[in-house]
């Protein structure tokens, strides 16, 4: 996948045609956006940060790093996994994926991570990713009566 074919975008800009597909990656609505005007495809709440991490770095801004090691491990719990693989297989898709997020820090928050995790800068979580996808098929199918 190519780096521009993945953004980063606030929900709050205007829906665009170059978006392609339009994901929500919060785990709260959007003051002020109606459903109309947010034109998404999909809103993964399991893929947010927790509530407590959420709260925890709009305390401390300056904690970047160890907000990104700390939502990468929650990315690890079972909660995460379907929105992860759902995540990868639209991104693997070779459209324009754009991650909507309503933090007025553009540089510094989970739809960030997250795209940096599909372009392959950032390591995925264990048991996730196109690798993940793949082995969780391959066993599906051994365990199919034939």
């Not at 996948?1 to 609505?29: C, F, H, N």
Request: proline letters at 6%; charged letters at 30%; glycine letters at 4%.
């Amino acid at each position: 996948m190519l780096p521009e074919q993945i953004r980063a975008k606030r929900i709050y800009e205007k829906a665009s045609r170059a978006d392609g597909t339009r994901v929500l990656v919060d785990r709260l609505w959007p003051r002020g956006v109606s459903k109309e005007q947010a034109v998404l495809h999909a809103w993964m709440r399991d893929l947010a940060p927790s509530d407590e991490l959420r709260k925890w770095f709009h305390q401390h801004p300056q904690s970047w790093p160890m907000f990104r090691k700390q939502y990468c491990k929650e990315l690890r719990q079972t909660h995460a996994a379907a929105g992860l693989t759902e995540l990868y297989r639209l991104a693997s898709q070779r459209k324009r994926l754009t991650l909507l997020f309503a933090s007025k820090d553009e540089l510094h928050n989970n739809a960030i991570v997250l795209k940096e995790l599909l372009e392959g800068i950032r390591k995925p979580p264990t048991g996730t990713g196109p690798a993940g996808l793949r082995l969780m098929k391959e066993s599906q199918a051994k365990r199919m009566p034939a």
